[in-house]
């Protein structure tokens, strides 16, 4: 993926319709909480088997709503003037602290249980 290119295209979507007077940080946090609820709606009520079977049949309704969700975030990003790269090397590096493979590998259990 070319960040920098996806990055104008949703800038320039913005600005051409004159969007970003309603793009403030509260109503993009709720606009990617909004389509990742969309996401979870799909496979909302299914068992582990119809969970694969709704990921082949409703492959486009999903690939929509992560484009959804990756657009707000980004566009949550540019607003707010985050470094993406550079926040989620330091988050990485905080979970390898809190998840040390020695004692999370093959586990799933949350930090404070391991
Ligand atoms: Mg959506």
Redesign the pocket.
Known sequence: MNYDKIMEEIRTFCEDRDWRQFHNPKDLASALSI?AS?LQEIYLWKNPAEVDDVSKKKRDQIE??IA?IAIYLLDLVDVLDIDLEKVIQEKLEQNRKKYPVEDAKGKNLKYDEL
Request: no cysteine; hydrophobic share 0%; glycine share 0%.
């Open positions: 389509e969309e929509q709503e959804d």
